[in-house]
């Protein structure tokens, strides 16, 4: 299988509407978590079961039931129906080779996003999808994995009641929750920073096959950023400009903050991208400036020895009649003669910079 | 003739509304097949007989009249014209050489789409014209040859009345047909990126000529595709924004969906192209770190043995007055010197790290 | 005289409206030939002289003019005239260094065009400008040369009323001319791709110098074919929204179909572009490889024979003591040692694998 | 840290409107200074108490209050809740990797840019966020260091009641300062412009690996000048278009002499941008030039020396009858032999011009 | 200072509406001349001194007012205050540095244009600031020098009432004085055109170190003249829409006219880089075919005399049994051998196709 593109394909000519997760399958089970709160209260729920969630569901109140792992399509797709959730909404929350996107159904507005965070042990970056069902008085969130922690300061800030978030509604929580994912692009971002600064250290110093290697890799990692990074921000646009009831006018200033970080992470993708094809040239000038020395260590041994062998040779012959071999002083003076030779060599090679 | 364009030449100057057949003949005959069904009933009928399919279909009903092979011209025209198809269009169907496109006509709506699967033996991608006439109670579809089978599990849905095919409209139909079309692409995309999976590791161990070659024909082949899926963005739009009264306010949500997949199928032939084409950058620099290597070696050889060489040649020279010949210690001193010069330029090619 | 830029800088300073002829004058008469048709009757008149076919033209019919041959710019000045064609126009019909463009003047509707054949000879792209003005029951086309037979095919069309001409209106008649002039660019582009392949069979085989010639003047070639083709879309989409009178809404189906010719020529030249700068990085692919050929050739055979020639060298000097020159079985030793070099070279080198 | 992302990650996961001061702390202390004019007087504070300036502000006059150094950010946040200042404005004041931007809030203005100075020490470019709130008879202006002087002097014109700026409202001061920002570039982009000579003059004399690397270095200052000036653009068109009450119909004029100054720093940035990487170009070039310098010297004398070496050889040879060794003249007659070698191969190099 | 960016920061700082002459000063005086003409009569008059000219504008007549030399800025200013010409316009005809552009003031069209002019020496291109003020009955055109000619033939058919100028109002003038800077640019076209073919030819033949450098300057050049064309666009399809009263709807085909040429200028410049920038590859690959062929002498010669010095070395070894030193035909036996080798190496490269 290849890394780059889903296994779609194992869905290919079947009806649309059937319940498939598509994708790796990370987790076993599927856990709920229900947080239902308004100013005063808060009750925290968890269960496997989607009607026992279902159940604790307060219309009166802002709801928030994260879905954690959606290898229990059963769970998901009992969830989704009870809340009205279009089949093919379902479809996209259990495909997760979704692109980013928004889509403004009848009573709800569906969202679609890839949360990033860095591998710590290999310094790659991995990524998740996150799926959102804004409602009425509910928010709905899917995530392929429990054992992330980007929601757990949000969860506290609704349990301690910091900030505002307690006296507003839905959209508010929703805001918070795209908030959350899209400031954790920042740190994967400065993460790549490191690498590219790292890499750029190694260039300067000793560039190696190796280092080739890494400029490719982060070269394909920002490829596939871009790919979840540039959809982002129709999505967030769509948000900023409110057109659904769902989201009250005063929240168009939340969102067009969250538009704002979008751009400047776009921004900085663009960058790295221009630094990193930048770091692709520099190796090769290096490449080319390590043939040149070579080439003039070579040029430079050849170019005094190969004369030197000559003269040498030339009183190797054996001759019957060659005086110089017979005068006293031929040997000393020949020396002085490849001395000139050597000397003359070094001064025509110092001035061409070779040396 | 070329590969890259369809020799569309051959009808240079030729009145609009003559029917030829422009393209590679890939079938002799032209078969019709006809499916007629509503929620209760289906009824399948084969024929090479226009008129004979004709008279069979049922207005009550949804009609799916499946056109395989084009060689049959008047076939073509005489169906065709019974419904009252604009004679320009099917001037389009018989001419393979097609872009992807959509024409809304008085009384149907014609669509031209390329179907990619991925040629068994040798790797490379195939491609057929497949044409679409939706009108009030029909669909038409057109294709170059009857063996592909991406129709098959469409037929058993309207046969088994699985899914929810067999109570919706000719809109629903065609919307199938064209996803059966799209999820093909995903099928291609996969084998292409396990190709290009399968040239990256050859980069990385041992990169030939045919490596160059290899990626030279993907990248090709990656021309070619984006030439069939991006215009077949604009058609799906066109479907999505249901401009025409043939298609029910209902489909939109499912053409969105099928938007979002030719979205997504863009992406990946997008992010392809930039992996191929950094996957020449690395051929390059990985034949100028070779010729780096084979520079070295040639000079580390050639740098301890040209000095060796020049001071051997000094002592066979036949000077009469040559003390050094005549000591005793004199040859194995010369090997100690020549030993010298041996590990001062290890020492020296060490540092430079060419050794 | 440089090729690439029209010497328009004859006319700096010149006030508009000035008729003079701007281009290589290529044949020295102008010959006036006038059609007048309608579905019954047809009649050709030929003749040098302006006020002749001006008498000749009948407005109740469909009346085509061609001129051959832009040097005796009075008669082209006198037959525009008449027909109320402004000053500025006849100016660009006589300049034939314009880009494609449509003007829609009071009364009549002006279009450029480039009319692309290739040379049979050489295998060049000729270019001829082609100027059409349609007005109420008139079609002026305006050709360099005579010779060309492009509008051959639809003067025998007129002439034996093969399909619907004869029946319909001067927007028809230019709606043909314009699509033959179109069809005409498969001709060329089929001629293009025929050379790419050719070329591209050189790269393959041997590559020389020759071949990098090829691919810069194909290169350069489609440069300008691009500066004429690209222009041509927005001509032909003027035409298909028919925001003139002078065009009827039935027309606007066939010039949707030249529109979807002018595209896929404008595909085809893109992805021609992109496969001719493909052959550019084989080209230096294939050179960076043959150089690394050269060199491992020159490397292992100076690594081979450099330390031979060292040791022989060595039993070259003429040391009094040197014990080895005294030994019964000295010589042949030394070829033990001297195989047991070159063997232990060739291993080495094939395990590098560059032999 | 990188130094190319801000350290935005240490906010994720907070609450909105929680004041951090993000970015490196760069003075100690917040100065705020109270400029309050109108055409006849004018009165000028200095304090570090938001408080104490709050209360001297003049209703009735233009209040320009500039806040030096953001490190006091209760100060901060004090001043701006005064005025009505949103949180999140707030919040974007004291975060100083914001991108140049413009909203529009009720009741005031928000401007956020970079202010650009050369490092006159290094050369390099330093960048200070300067944020402006813009309401009804006062402006704010933030910046992160009070040592610059570039608002010096619009502070004398306003003492001394130089230009027209004491008649005009605060609309025309935010336009002053925006204008000071703004011209500031062209200093900037002047010492890039002789940075650029200077490196364009040491690639046509001498080009070393510290060219490569201060061309790389030119080349990554450009991609983050983009980053701040391509934004400011669409601020000022903002402006320009006046479509807020607070800046009256007037100022028109002043702010699109601003937006033309963008375009004209834009257009040099990236003239600048396509100069630099034709110096990559020119230098690449070079590396290639010398090494076919390098490769020419090596070839000659290797080509020279090594026949004549074979030649001395020969005759160094021990065979018993080798005639010419016996020949009085057989030495001399050598010494012509490899003359001539020389005369010939000087004659062959001269011919492809290599000497 | 450098070529590429205007001084503009010597202005830095100062209040708007400071008349100070940013550019070189290129002449000492400033003249005003003055054409004052109806379809009747012509007037004529030159002077230094701005009221004299005033004096004798005519407000029934069509007056032009060309300004050469603008050192003079009291004499410009209190031409443009007196024609109720806003300061800002003032500083922008004083600051030579502008980029094209219109601005529609009350009362009057500002149009700022450069003017282009091979340099006749050098070859290189020549630029010239041209601003123009068109109100209800003049015309005021500003150029930094007197010499140049471009206005000549204008003059001239103003004076013998050639064409229609003396019949047509000022805003016919305004586009006979556009149309005369543009015609200008097919000249400039012409002469790089030349120069393109001139290096075309070098590169061909024999490209040296000079022939990179005439490309980088070439290329530069047309970086620079695509700065002051692409803005061009903009000004004259303002003027084409004939958006302000000045220009009466008649002047619409004139300046779409002008506009044609504009584009076509647009056109041949970037047929232009993309050419240029060809030159540049081809430049690089004829330097690796050069390297390959002095390569191949190298590897030519010394694979060929390697191997027989190495023979003749054993021959030359003092071993005391080395049989074959004593056989009669050895000597000449060996020349056999070494003839041999010297085929078998010949055949081998001829194989090759190195030779």
């Not at 005063?40 to 802002?62: M, W």
């Not at 310094?123 to 009425?136: A, F, H, N, P, T």
Request: aromatic share 10%.
């Amino acid at each position: 299988m290849t890394p780059y593109v889903h296994p779609h394909s194992k869905k290919a000519g079947m009806p649309p509407g059937m319940f498939i997760h598509v994708g790796v399958k990370r987790t076993e089970g599927t856990i709920l978590e229900l947080f239902s709160y308004d100013s005063g209260t808060v009750r925290e729920h968890s269960s496997a079961d989607a009607d026992e969630i279902i159940s604790l569901v307060n219309p009166a109140a802002v709801n928030w039931i994260n879905v954690s792992g959606l290898s229990q399509t059963e769970t998901v797709g009992r969830l989704c129906e009870h809340f009205g959730v279009h089949p093919l909404t379902i479809e996209d929350i259990l495909n997760t080779g979704q692109r980013p996107k928004i889509e403004d159904h009848e009573g709800y507005l569906f969202i679609s996003l890839k949360m990033l965070y860095p591998d710590e042990s290999g310094g790659k970056i991995l990524y998740e999808q996150v799926s959102l069902i804004l409602s009425d008085h509910l928010v709905i969130t899917f995530q392929e994995e429990a054992k992330n922690d980007v929601f757990d300061q949000l969860r506290e800030r609704i349990r301690t009641a910091k900030g505002r978030i307690r006296g507003q509604g839905p959209d508010y929580l929703a805001y918070s929750i795209i908030d959350a994912v899209v400031d954790q692009y920042y740190v994967v971002l400065e993460r790549i920073g490191e690498r590219i600064e790292a890499v750029e250290e190694l260039l300067v110093q000793n560039p190696t096959r190796e280092t080739l290697g890494d400029i490719h890799s982060l070269k394909n990692e920002m490829l596939l950023l871009r790919r979840f990074i540039w959809p982002l921000r129709e999505v967030i646009a769509f948000l900023e400009r409110a057109e659904t009831d769902l989201i009250t006018d005063g929240m168009m200033i939340y969102f067009r903050d969250v538009y704002d970080h979008t751009i400047q992470v776009i921004d900085t993708t663009e960058l790295y991208r221009d630094i990193i094809s930048g770091m692709l040239d520099t190796y090769l000038s290096s490449l080319s400036n390590r043939m040149n020395e070579v080439m003039k260590v070579l040029t430079v041994f050849a170019s005094i020895f190969i004369p030197l062998t000559f003269i040498v040779g030339i009183y190797g012959m054996n001759f019957d009649y060659m005086p110089e071999l017979r005068w006293h002083w031929g040997y000393p003076a020949l020396w002085v003669v490849m001395l000139a030779v050597v000397v003359s060599m070094f001064v025509y090679f110092r001035k061409k910079r070779w040396i």
